[in-house]
């Protein structure tokens, strides 16, 4: 191996290098390291072609994807270790593209693992707006760590959580591509996540400021909404599919055993029903009762001002 100028590049490719390292063999497989190309054969006899990157030959640390003889020659060692397990891109050939495999994977979590139809909209905008655009119409075997990784450093505008968010998606994508078209690696193994750095510092209404945003609520409705949400700490379609008969005033407790998602009834995200205590809280300062919430008229729990709650929500 050797280099020649910082222009030239090490790429997999039909070449006798002008000087450097003898070919490497074993286990049938031989590659030879150039100035400029590179070409490695495996155990079948199928040539794998792909670019390593530029040369450096300055001072001090190389900047980002520039290679070193000994930085190349390690590459090389790794693309060698992955033919001889048969796991190196281009060696497999599916016959799928990657928006086959998201197709499937759609179906499977859909069909097979019954995902929440609100948990399979965020899946479908994620695919539509970034992963389809950037690999859709690439081949399975031909998309690998270094084809995620720039796809990864191209993500703007998005929070670091966003980005893993994409990453766990890509990676299901793969290993369920894995089962169907027996892909030996799942690309995104080799990918790291971004780092999430949580404050700690959460900002919190006080009861003072909760009562008053129920006092000014629209409706009595909106404003039981608000006092269920800041005391008992439910999920904004957990508090749409609360029922009066959900509600146990005597026990000082209310049962969630629904949620409200993608415009139908469904189970709480922790998929098991679950019992809320009622925080005690003070009274309003204002004619309008926390909507209900307070001791009930009637033995059904609902005022007899207040309409029957309905299926669609019953709301408080």
Known sequence: MSLICPREAYDFAPCVPRRGIPPATSSGLSARVGPSRTRSTGPDGRQVQKRVGPAWTERGRPREGWFTKRTAEAWLQDVLHDARRG????????????????????????????????????YRSALKAHLLPAFGEMKLEDIGPDEVERWRRSL????????????????????????????????????????????????????????ALVRAAASDQDGAIYLT????????????????????????????????????????????????????????????????ISSPTSTTGCSSARPAPTWTGGIL
């Open 156 to 211: 703007t505008g998005m929070s670091n959580r966003s980005k893993n968010k994409l990453l766990i998606q890509l990676h299901g994508i793969f290993r369920r591509a894995q089962t169907v078209w027996h892909l030996p690696t799942n690309p995104l193994v080799r990918v790291e996540k971004h780092p999430i750095r949580a404050s700690g510092d959460v900002q919190v209404f006080s009861p003072e400021e909760v009562w």
């Open 87 to 122: 796991t190196l891109p281009g060696m497999v050939r599916t016959g799928a593209t990657f928006a086959d495999a998201a197709a499937e994977w759609l179906r499977f979590v859909e069909e097979d693992r019954e995902r929440k139809p609100s948990t399979l909209v965020g």
């Open 229 to 292: 949400a800041a005391f008992m700490g439910l999920r904004m379609g957990e508090l749409l599919a609360l029922r009066w008969r959900d509600v146990d005033f005597a026990g000082s407790t209310i049962r969630v055993r629904t949620s409200w998602a993608g415009g139908d009834l469904t189970t709480p995200k922790s998929g098991k029903v679950r019992a809320v205590p009622m925080a005690p809280t003070s009274p309003p300062r204002s004619p309008r009762s926390a909507a209900g």
